[in-house]
């Protein structure tokens, strides 16, 4: 088996000579270069799995390194070298292509695993491959772009700030680039930063040490340490408090975390991807979110497509909804008539993709037979009139005031009475309540009624 070879691209003898030593005990073969004609000479040349380039060069820039690897041989991962605290370049680097990059002086635990995760990465660009659930479906060419972008994205370990609305596939977006890439065999840990007390946020993010606070009962490792080789995903990262975002950008910066209760630094080797439905530049500019914070976490942006964008994606996205609640359900898969798709096109779906399978799932409950019509899917109940402020539907809501919590009580024990006067028969149950099966599977489970 031939050895992985590695171009190193520095003007300094003591850091060729540094990086040649190093990556020779890993059992890499080197080659090595001063400036960047002679760089380029090389890569003309022969193919390489990894090239490091200074960011300074006699005669030139790394950037320019990157740009022709970028044009002439994109499957060579590339990294930067730059000088100590110099941000503008390393993100500068990132944008224009690069893996990823290390700075001066150079931390060679840091520089063995940037170069054993680069040197997981295929020689040439697959297609995107689907992991589990998490698939991205449609065939608009907005999505037809957005697969090209995770193909591009999952095979650099650039902080990526994924923008769209909410319900419009935002996390399967993150997964995709995370399973796609080196770090696909590790950690893909998810967090909802607005789900997370304020109290609590340093702790959960950052772990504990025993006796650190009232209730630290134990030693606890933190989100940073869970996604440890793998990704973190910060969604609804604008709902970070400002105390915490100043701790998150030293962690990402140190590539460090200090336990709660504990002096002492745990370093990290995770890729930050984030996500919100708000527009984060504007929650710059009104002082609710840190423009430093910002300019780290969004490196690349982007843009996760709404649903109404992509219309012609509604048969296909409604097809799978409707084949997966059948499976799951262990039921017929209905069909949706003509009116139905007709409705599901024209209708605005602000909440999206999870709206469409939110409407779908009720829909299924409720049709009669074995097809989904129009009137089954109650478009126009479930979201407010074209013309209603948005805090007029929502101060609705709040008047209620506990109704809902009300009325799934009374559901409840009225679904446990016939079942237990039908000895737990669903189907009879079923019958005594004037629902159909289909409806009391619905209600069981959205009930937790149900076992597993």
């Given at each position: 088996?031939s050895?992985?070879?590695?171009?190193?691209?520095d003007?300094?003898?003591d850091i060729?000579?540094l990086?040649?030593l190093?990556?020779?005990?890993m059992?890499?073969?080197?080659?090595?270069?001063d400036?960047v004609?002679?760089a380029i000479?090389?890569?003309n040349q022969?193919?390489?799995?990894?090239c490091l380039?200074?960011?300074k060069l006699?005669?030139?820039?790394g950037l320019?390194?990157i740009?022709?690897?970028?044009k002439h041989?994109?499957?060579t991962p590339?990294a930067?070298?730059t000088?100590?605290?110099s941000v503008?370049t390393?993100?500068?680097?990132?944008?224009?292509?690069a893996?990823?990059?290390?700075?001066?002086?150079?931390d060679?635990?840091?520089?063995?695993d940037?170069?054993?995760?680069a040197l997981?990465?295929?020689h040439?660009a697959?297609?995107?491959?689907?992991?589990?659930?998490?698939?991205l479906?449609?065939?608009a060419?907005?999505i037809?772009?957005l697969?090209?972008?995770?193909?591009?994205?999952?095979?650099?370990?650039?902080p990526?700030?994924?923008?769209?609305?909410?319900g419009?596939?935002?996390?399967v977006v993150?997964?995709?680039?995370?399973?796609?890439g080196?770090r696909?065999?590790?950690?893909?840990v998810a967090?909802n930063?607005?789900?997370?007390?304020?109290?609590?946020?340093?702790?959960?993010?950052?772990?504990?040490?025993?006796?650190?606070f009232t209730?630290?009962l134990?030693?606890?490792k933190g989100?940073f340490?869970?996604?440890?080789?793998g990704t973190?995903?910060?969604?609804?990262?604008?709902?970070?408090?400002l105390?915490?975002q100043?701790?998150?950008?030293?962690a990402i910066q140190?590539k460090?975390?200090?336990?709660?209760?504990?002096?002492?630094e745990?370093?990290i080797?995770v890729r930050?991807?984030?996500?919100t439905h708000?527009?984060l530049?504007q929650?710059?500019?009104h002082e609710?979110?840190r423009?430093?914070?910002f300019?780290?976490?969004?490196?690349?942006?982007?843009q996760v497509?709404p649903?109404?964008e992509?219309?012609?994606?509604i048969?296909?996205?409604?097809?799978f909804s409707l084949?997966k609640?059948s499976r799951e359900?262990?039921l017929?898969?209905?069909?949706?008539?003509?009116?139905a798709?007709t409705a599901l096109n024209n209708h605005s779906?602000?909440?999206?993709v999870?709206e469409l399978?939110n409407?779908?799932?009720?829909?299924?409950?409720?049709c009669?037979?074995?097809?989904?019509?129009?009137?089954?899917?109650?478009?126009?109940?479930?979201?407010?009139?074209k013309?209603e402020?948005?805090s007029?539907?929502a101060?609705a809501?709040g008047?209620l005031g506990d109704?809902d919590?009300?009325l799934e009580?009374?559901?409840?024990?009225a679904i446990?009475?016939?079942l237990?006067k039908t000895r737990?028969?669903?189907t009879a149950a079923?019958?005594l309540?004037?629902?159909?099966?289909?409806?009391m599977?619905h209600?069981?489970?959205k009930?937790?009624l149900?076992?597993?």
């Amino acid at each position: 088996m031939s050895k992985n070879s590695v171009l190193i691209i520095d003007d300094e003898p003591d850091i060729r000579e540094l990086l040649e030593l190093t990556l020779a005990r890993m059992g890499l073969e080197t080659d090595s270069a001063d400036n960047v004609a002679n760089a380029i000479d090389k890569l003309n040349q022969q193919q390489y799995d990894l090239c490091l380039t200074d960011m300074k060069l006699p005669d030139g820039k790394g950037l320019d390194i990157i740009h022709h690897i970028q044009k002439h041989c994109p499957q060579t991962p590339v990294a930067m070298i730059t000088a100590f605290g110099s941000v503008e370049t390393a993100i500068s680097a990132l944008k224009a292509g690069a893996y990823d990059f290390v700075s001066k002086p150079i931390d060679l635990d840091r520089l063995r695993d940037l170069v054993d995760t680069a040197l997981k990465l295929p020689h040439t660009a697959a297609e995107i491959e689907y992991s589990g659930q998490v698939q991205l479906l449609g065939n608009a060419p907005t999505i037809d772009a957005l697969r090209r972008q995770i193909t591009k994205l999952s095979r650099s370990q650039a902080p990526v700030y994924i923008s769209g609305e909410s319900g419009s596939g935002k996390e399967v977006v993150a997964r995709l680039i995370h399973s796609n890439g080196p770090r696909g065999s590790n950690s893909f840990v998810a967090v909802n930063c607005g789900a997370i007390p304020s109290e609590l946020m340093e702790s959960e993010f950052f772990g504990h040490i025993k006796g650190s606070f009232t209730g630290a009962l134990e030693n606890k490792k933190g989100l940073f340490e869970a996604a440890q080789g793998g990704t973190l995903f910060l969604d609804e990262v604008a709902d970070l408090p400002l105390p915490m975002q100043v701790k998150l950008l030293r962690a990402i910066q140190e590539k460090a975390i200090r336990k709660v209760g504990s002096n002492e630094e745990v370093p990290i080797d995770v890729r930050i991807l984030s996500a919100t439905h708000k527009d984060l530049s504007q929650e710059v500019e009104h002082e609710r979110f840190r423009n430093d914070l910002f300019y780290r976490i969004n490196v690349i942006e982007l843009q996760v497509p709404p649903l109404r964008e992509r219309r012609e994606d509604i048969p296909l996205l409604a097809d799978f909804s409707l084949d997966k609640l059948s499976r799951e359900w262990q039921l017929e898969k209905p069909s949706l008539s003509p009116q139905a798709l007709t409705a599901l096109n024209n209708h605005s779906f602000p909440g999206n993709v999870r709206e469409l399978e939110n409407t779908l799932e009720r829909a299924f409950t409720l049709c009669e037979g074995n097809t989904i019509n129009a009137e089954d899917l109650q478009l126009s109940a479930g979201s407010p009139a074209k013309n209603e402020p948005a805090s007029a539907s929502a101060s609705a809501k709040g008047a209620l005031g506990d109704l809902d919590g009300y009325l799934e009580a009374m559901e409840k024990e009225a679904i446990m009475l016939a079942l237990e006067k039908t000895r737990w028969n669903k189907t009879a149950a079923a019958e005594l309540l004037g629902i159909s099966f289909r409806q009391m599977r619905h209600r069981l489970k959205k009930l937790h009624l149900e076992e597993d």
